[in-house]
């Protein structure tokens, strides 16, 4: 049953690619993009014996690969059918089968095929005979075995939370969590580099937290082997088997669970009396404009892509202060200003504004009339949206690098940016629209057209700077010589930022006006 698995999962992924040829250079580029970290990691463990502490960095490196293995299924839960165990509910075969036919679909793979380069560098680093090579590679199987046991256990138990719309934010949650995180770790392991290497005080002291871990146990089994310690290895052995088992038991009972789960009831549920939108979103304008507007809010809460498409707005303007402070304990002045790249890097909505409507879009095209008033109230949507998050993020940053004059400058530029965002933004979506797939994964929003959507994102950020330079210029100026010229400064950029918002949204409104149905047939999710 493994092995029928192994091939079903080398059928999907193989047909997946030759129906769409477009989307193979993104699957190559997907997996050559871990490799620099795999060599880096092989290679720091291959030198981990001479370390003082030589048992903390793979203590370290087995618990993170665990966390890899279990955050990065669920993140990508959609888009990979052997993850879902309601997909072989009917099929003729048992539990234990079933378990069997998904830790061999698991094994095929890079996840599994990098997770053992990295862990060969432990091998080579504690080994310098067969018996040991035996022992070290023992251990090296229970690894691999446990991350795989785990993830397939915690993806079945929530399987059904995630195929939902409320499991799909929290993974939105996490991937945002994820990347600041992996930031501040990063910054963190900078600061514990010298120049011969890691500094293992800082190392050593979180091997030192996480000692009770099952996979830092395992990993100290690693050292315990180069110092002949055998009693170190049998119990990091003894306690991941017990682990593993616990696991396996574990996924047996969610996958009963799931696979003989009942309907829901949807039938005995009262009917809600449907509300008014306007009632909802009463600060809306009543017209058709509002009504577009309020469609849009209503669909950010409650479909992801929309949701995690804020992800980078939120991350890269933290993740860029951060980077380039002065100091390990202070961020630079111009921290706050920061905050207005996110909404630059919106642009995988808001200058592709139909994609994500695809089929949906059937009724503008009906009606028939300018679009003008659609565009505009998607564009609504998106200032709604995205002007307080990037507010909250210059005032938090503004508090922290202590830079009030720039926090204020920063909230006060916010309307210019966005209108000019969103301008360009709309002759983007009207000249270059895309479609977007249908699937239960809020990340998959790539076509497969990732040339094109690259291109467009750069020329729509070119031309955006290229705007926006003049004044980031003249208010630099202002700030150091003349505060006094500051509002004006601001007040010409809005005149800027309007003109240019008006003229660029009637433009693609008028472009569009006789073309919908043509603008139809290409957002079409089949397209993608």
């Not at 067969?130 to 993830?151: D, G, Q, R, W």
């Not at 799931?258 to 939108?277: E, F, G, I, N, Y």
């Not at 690098?401 to 979506?429: K, N, R, W």
Request: proline share 6%.
């Amino acid at each position: 049953m493994a092995w029928r698995f192994a091939r079903l999962k080398l059928r999907i992924v193989r047909n997946g690619l030759l129906r769409n040829r477009a989307r193979l250079p993104l699957a190559i580029i997907s997996a050559l993009v871990p490799i620099p970290i795999v060599v880096a990691l092989f290679v720091v463990l291959s030198r981990s014996r001479h370390q003082a502490h030589p048992g903390a960095l793979p203590a370290l490196i087995c618990t993170a690969m665990l966390l890899s293995w279990i955050v990065i299924p669920v993140l990508g839960y959609g888009n990979d059918d052997t993850l879902d165990p309601m997909v072989f509910a009917l099929f003729p075969i048992g539990r234990a089968q079933l378990m069997r036919g998904m830790l061999g679909a698991a094994l095929v793979g890079f996840g599994p095929l990098y997770t053992l380069i990295v862990l060969l560098g432990a091998v080579v680093a504690f080994t310098n005979s067969l018996v040991a090579a035996l022992a070290a590679f023992v251990l090296t199987a229970l690894e691999i075995v446990l991350c795989i046991t785990v993830s397939r256990a915690l993806t079945s138990a929530i399987g059904a939370l995630l195929n939902s719309r409320r499991g799909r934010d929290i993974g939105v949650i996490m991937s945002m969590l994820l990347v600041v995180g992996l930031q501040i770790a990063n910054l963190r392991l900078q600061h514990n580099v010298s120049g011969s290497g890691f500094s293992s005080s800082g190392v050593t002291r979180m091997a030192h937290l996480l000692r009770w871990v099952p996979t830092a146990i395992l990993g100290q089994g690693f050292a315990a082997i180069a110092t002949h310690h055998w009693a170190q290895w049998a119990l990091a052995v003894t306690i991941n088997l017990v682990v593993i088992g616990a696991a396996l038991l574990w996924w047996s009972i969610a996958l009963a669970r799931t696979t003989t789960r009942s309907p829901d009831k949807v039938a005995t549920q009262p009917a809600r009396q449907p509300s008014s939108l306007f009632r909802r979103l009463p600060f809306l304008p009543h017209n058709r404009m509002g009504a577009v507007a309020a469609r849009e809010l209503l669909g950010f809460r409650r479909d992801p892509r929309r949701a995690a498409m804020l992800i980078p707005a939120v991350a890269i303007p933290l993740v860029w202060a951060f980077s380039l402070q002065p100091s390990a304990t202070a961020l630079t002045g111009a921290a706050p200003a920061f905050a207005l790249t996110g909404i630059v890097f919106t642009n995988r909505f808001s200058a592709n504004i139909f994609g994500v409507d695809g089929n949906a879009f059937w009724p503008h095209v009906l009606v028939g009339n300018n679009p003008y008033p659609d565009i505009c109230g998607k564009q609504l949507a998106i200032a709604l949206i995205i002007s307080p998050i990037v507010a909250v993020l210059a005032i938090a940053l503004g508090v922290v690098a202590g830079a009030y004059e720039t926090m204020f400058v920063a909230i006060a530029l916010i309307p210019c940016v966005l209108g000019i965002h969103l301008g360009i933004g709309a002759v983007s979506s009207a000249r270059f629209p895309q479609p977007l797939p249908e699937r239960g994964n809020p990340f998959g929003t790539l076509n497969g057209q990732g040339c094109a959507n690259g291109l467009s994102a750069i020329a729509m950020l070119a031309i955006e700077l290229l705007i926006m330079l003049p004044i980031a210029i003249a208010l630099v100026i202002g700030v150091r010589y003349s505060t006094a010229s500051i509002p004006i400064t601001i007040a010409i950029s809005y005149a800027i930022a309007f003109a240019i918002w008006r003229t660029t949204t009637q433009r693609a409104g008028a472009y569009l006006a006789p073309r919908l149905p043509e603008l139809l047939a290409r957002i079409d999710p089949k397209q993608a």
